[in-house]
């Protein structure tokens, strides 16, 4: 065992609830009332119940919920379900190490309620994993498109170990042989995006943090050299020059990133097509402008290795998720883009056909001096035929959901009742909305998990 190993160990098993600012708290609260909303959505959806039925025919112990469902299963099960729901539209948060949420929460649920935790563990498991998950990215150089590895598996199975360990109260070292353990689990490549997969990845990742904790605890041994070693869980997924294991573990506890880090989506896709659509929407909405009235779209500023590059002409509605091609188009046609912008009968669509051949995505050299691998901008023009040019750019680390503006109240109740409501009747949509807003005050987990049963 490394410095850097014993710092992050201390750091679960340690930390005070009192000593997590209540910003981070904040922001756990809102971040989670999200991910239900989607869950529910996620529910609806054909491999939501493609995963459910799966998990039911397990035969796992019904100790835990599944949300949006009837079925009850085991703590392990429960997670593996919960996070694929979660993930299932890409409708969930972003932000510090992929999507955070989705491989937190989960867990916490799955662990707290087999436990008979509060809310307010929940919340505070949910910072401490967060944390560990984000410093681990910070001290690293990692660029997912680089190495073909998810990186909301590869460091969101850290942290999701590091929810289920603080939750079941494990020791120090019991913690370390936890995170050992899960440096064996992570999983993830980038060609699934666009697939039923990528889901699965969040899914596999919060199955992996409740494993790895619960057979910890039970004093199963792995490594305690996980970040320092030459052939531990960094080495292998970071790869060589590419992570500083000091970096990775000297701010935690002492810089709280959770708080300023979520960003909560507004649209269901790759959160790489966000702010390109929030340059084109108003484009169109503010000049009352049609499909007929456009000749061309350009979205500027494109790294060649991008999410939403992956697939130009997606086969169907679905990989439309991880193409910026795509949205454009749909939105050109739609002057929006929902849940529903991603079906098979919205790609079949001739107008989309239509606006796909005026869709134009410029890439730009690696070698030019404006060249990010995040691009801060992607400036979108819209040529009219009347030969007008219309040009937006919006700054995707400011736009609207991002920390610097954050969605009003109404705006996340607003996201939850729309998802809520695939899953649950209207009634039980509101009960839902007051159990999860209020979550840090829950004593148990019960009644918050019983609103998104249903009934």
Known sequence: MGVSEERLAKFVTETSEDAIPPESYRAALQASFDCVGVALAGAAQPHGRMIVDFVDEQGGKPACTIIGNKLRTSSYLAALANGTLGHALDYDDMGGFGHPSVVLLPAALAVGELLGKSGRDVLSAYVIGFEVAIQLRRGSDNAQGLTGFHSTAIFGTMGA??????????????????????????????????THTKPLHAGMTCRSGVMAAALAGRGWLATD????????????YLGEGKYDPDAMTADLGKVWLSKNSIVIKKYPCCGSNHSALDALIPILTENKIGLDDVARVDVDNVPAISHVLLHPNPAYGFQGKFSLHYNIATALVDRKINIAS??????????YRAAREKTQVNVISNWHPDYEHHPTYNPVSVTLKDGRKLTKRVNRHTMHGAPADPLSEQELKDKFRYCARMRLPDAQVEEAVNAWWSLDRASKLTEALASVTPR
């Open 161 to 194: 170990t590091a929810v289920a360990a603080r939750l079941m109260g494990l020791t120090k070292q019991q913690t370390l042989m936890a995170f050992g353990l899960a440096g064996s689990m992570p999983s993830g490549i980038l060609q699934n995006f666009g």
């Open 225 to 236: 050299s996980f970040l320092e070693s030459k052939v531990g869980w960094a080495h292998a």
């Open 342 to 351: 991603f079906s098979d009968d919205a790609y079949n669509r001739p107008e």
